[in-house]
């Protein structure tokens, strides 16, 4: 995608904040000096594009996103490689998926060349925040979600949008360490129909009870079974999940009720460079417990922008627990993590073409 003829107007901040360490990194805590801005109409698109300094955004009770959730966004990370380049790691991915998020919420799409201009430009205007130490990146959030003051039920007439940006370390607190994870028989997260291929706000928000009880007997997140049998795995809501079973690598199907990951989709890529069989079919809960009985599930890990690779030592079902290799990390995970790391840090030769320069 070309993006030089687009130019941003820049309004800078006057005092730039203390930036923290890279070891006092949490996740999603810290916002940069600057963000992103811009108006949407539905009949005239979105117009004047700004970068201003971060700051709060001054909403009407009445607005409809806050109402009705007409709401979506995208997660991406900039990473800072040893040649200190800051590269983005496939946005045209996440603007693609932006834009299916805005097609299924009645949001109008925003032009990619704008959108790739918007995070490049904005991304080296806060570049010093992008931090250094391996684990870290610099997570960026773009929303747009309904501005209409209107209790209608009904798409907003007009929008905003904006980019904001967040140094960050691991998404779990457990790092590396392989996570607990409950499996979900009673709440469902999606429906054939619904809008769990979206990344929409009402996504997150219904499945804040689940993960809640989840954590509270012990487990890290929950993971969600389809809608209607409660019988086939479908994701995590923060990372899709993948399962060596056999030589194989499997990954539940993306047919319109999961999040069509970036790193899922970049995992399944690697997996095939690596010579090994890469299947997208469905996969049971039965499956999985009959393949943990016979030895052959050798692998669970979860897979996302935030989350990265996040391997999974034991999943608990009806009070049944398949522990994965004995908790323990397996080398698959391991391989794509540290591949995956090196690729975004520009220390592997990126064959696919995955990383964009922030600068030219
Ligand atoms: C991401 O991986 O970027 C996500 O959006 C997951 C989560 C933090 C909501």
Redesign the pocket.
């Known amino acids: 995608m070309q993006t030089k003829q687009i130019e941003i107007p820049v309004t800078r901040v006057r005092r730039p904040k203390p930036r923290p360490l890279d070891d006092q990194l949490g996740?999603?805590q810290v916002f940069t000096d600057h963000m992103f801005l811009m108006d949407g109409a539905a009949d005239a698109g979105w117009s004047d594009p700004r970068i201003v300094p971060y700051g709060p955004l001054s909403l009407e009770p009445a607005t409809v996103a806050l109402h009705y959730g007409q709401s979506i966004?995208?997660?991406?990370?900039a990473y800072r490689g040893e040649d200190d380049a800051v590269r983005l790691f496939r946005p045209e991915r996440n603007i693609a998926r932006f834009n299916r998020s805005a097609a299924r919420l009645c949001v109008p799409p925003v032009d990619p060349d704008l959108f790739l201009a918007a995070l490049k430009q904005l991304v080296a205007v806060d570049r010093e925040w992008v931090p250094r130490a391996p684990g870290t990146s610099l997570?960026i959030?773009p929303v747009a979600f309904a501005s209409d003051p209107d209790l209608h039920v009904r798409p907003s007439r007009t929008y905003c949008f904006f980019i904001m940006l967040s140094p960050v370390a691991a998404?779990y607190a457990e790092g590396f360490r392989p996570l607990r994870i409950r499996v979900e028989d009673r709440y469902a997260r999606s429906v054939r129909g619904g809008t769990g291929a979206a990344?929409t706000a009402g996504n997150?928000a219904g499945s804040l009870l689940a993960g809640e009880e989840a954590q509270a007997a012990g487990f890290a997140q929950v993971l969600w079974l389809d809608g209607i049998r409660q019988e086939y795995v479908e994701e995590v809501?923060?990372?899709n999940i993948a399962f060596v079973i056999g030589d194989e690598l499997v990954t539940p199907p993306a047919t319109g009720t999961l999040l069509e990951?970036v790193?899922r989709e970049s995992v399944l890529q690697l997996a095939r460079d690596y010579g090994m069989t890469v299947a997208e079919r469905p996969v049971t809960i039965g499956e999985l417990l009959a393949a943990a009985r016979d030895g052959t599930l050798r692998e669970v890990f979860g897979t996302?922008?935030?989350?990265v690779i996040s391997p999974v030592g034991e999943l608990a079902y009806k009070g049944e627990r398949i522990r994965v290799r004995d908790g323990a990390v397996g080398a698959l995970s391991r391989r794509l993590f540290d591949d995956l790391s090196a690729i975004q840090r520009g220390r592997l030769p990126d064959r696919h073409g995955w990383t964009v320069p922030v600068e030219d």
Do not use: C, D, P, W
């Not at 966004?73 to 990370?77: N, Q």
């Not at 996302?304 to 989350?307: H, P, Q, S, Y």
């Open positions: 996740f999603g966004f995208e997660g991406l990370k997570y959030r998404y990344k997150y809501g923060s990372m990951g790193t996302g922008t935030a989350a």
